[in-house]
């Protein structure tokens, strides 16, 4: 086009030469990682830790680990997925109902509701965790998955994830419309509004998977019986029972562990990747 000139953007020296360490900070300990879980536990703790050493040991670990203390590895596993599934699964429902709700309904204290969601995000997961044991202990429901998956259901910041996308992604006009055809609340919600806020939901799923998948304070000052322990938390205790004087180490054992429990996490991103980002960059862009 005449008249018309392109302009390549600069390049930041600083920015690029800060972003590659940001990458190498961030890929070194998965690669330390990759290459560790082929190794056995004297070449772990003797060899060069960004390399392999001696027999590929990888798929003798993932037996080992299968099968170590009878096969815990499994239980916690298992117990994980309950936490997961019921959980961070009734936390995306809750957040669901609740967001849509706030966003698309008109109630007294609708601002007020806003002020405390706003005030939880803000309060650290950390600091109600010993009022919650309190709690939880005057009720007996210590030492139990109950435990776990209760305070898991209450996610603000998924609420408001949820009440922000409702807001942009359902037009009002649309609503309007069912209600004049003669369709219900209910109705309009699971057939109308439910496939609307698809991309939503699977973003605040996502967060809340990975929040409880990773969760280890909370299960840590809730739980003392191994049966019961999370993938993070048992992998720790590993770890521990590994440390002590006259222990017998199983550090391979438990980096090995620990790549199968990231595992799982990565698939799940893999998967919902598309819908993830499509929800957060909805209403970004406004016709």
């Given at each position: ?146 435990a776990v998956i209760l305070p898991s259901l209450v996610s603000p910041f998924g609420l408001y994830l949820m009440w922000v996308f409702s807001a942009e992604a359902v037009p009002t006009e649309i609503l309007e419309a069912a209600r004049v055809d003669g369709s219900g609340e209910w109705r309009t919600f699971f057939t109308i509004s ?94």
């Amino acid at each position: 086009m005449a008249g018309y000139s392109y302009h390549r953007p600069r390049k930041s020296i600083t920015l690029t030469v800060l972003l590659g360490a940001l990458l190498i900070y961030s890929i070194l300990p998965l690669t330390w990682m990759l290459f560790s879980v082929t190794k056995t536990q004297p070449e772990l703790l003797s060899s060069f830790g960004l390399w392999f050493s001696g027999d590929f040991a990888f798929f003798d670990n993932v037996r080992d680990v299968l099968t170590h203390d009878d096969g815990v590895f499994l239980k916690w596993f298992a117990n994980t997925l309950v936490y997961v599934v019921v959980g961070a699964g009734g936390a995306t429902v809750l957040a669901t109902a609740a967001g849509y709700g706030l966003a698309k309904y008109r109630f007294r204290g609708r601002n007020a509701v806003f002020a405390v969601i706003l005030g939880a995000i803000a309060v650290p997961g950390t600091a109600l965790a010993v009022p919650t044991f309190l709690l939880f202990s005057q009720w007996g429901l210590t030492n139990t998955m109950w435990a776990v998956i209760l305070p898991s259901l209450v996610s603000p910041f998924g609420l408001y994830l949820m009440w922000v996308f409702s807001a942009e992604a359902v037009p009002t006009e649309i609503l309007e419309a069912a209600r004049v055809d003669g369709s219900g609340e209910w109705r309009t919600f699971f057939t109308i509004s439910l496939r609307l806020l698809a991309p939503g939901i699977v973003t605040v799923a996502l967060f809340a998977i990975v929040a409880t998948w990773n969760n280890y304070f909370l299960p840590l000052i809730m739980l003392n019986d191994p049966d019961l322990y999370p993938l993070v938390l048992g992998l720790y205790q590993w770890l521990a029972d590994a440390s002590g004087i006259g222990a017998q180490p199983v550090f391979n054992l438990v980096i090995t562990g620990s790549f199968l429990t990231i595992v799982p996490i990565v698939v799940v991103f893999l998967v919902l990747q598309r819908y993830w980002q499509s929800g957060l960059n909805a209403g970004s862009v406004k016709a």
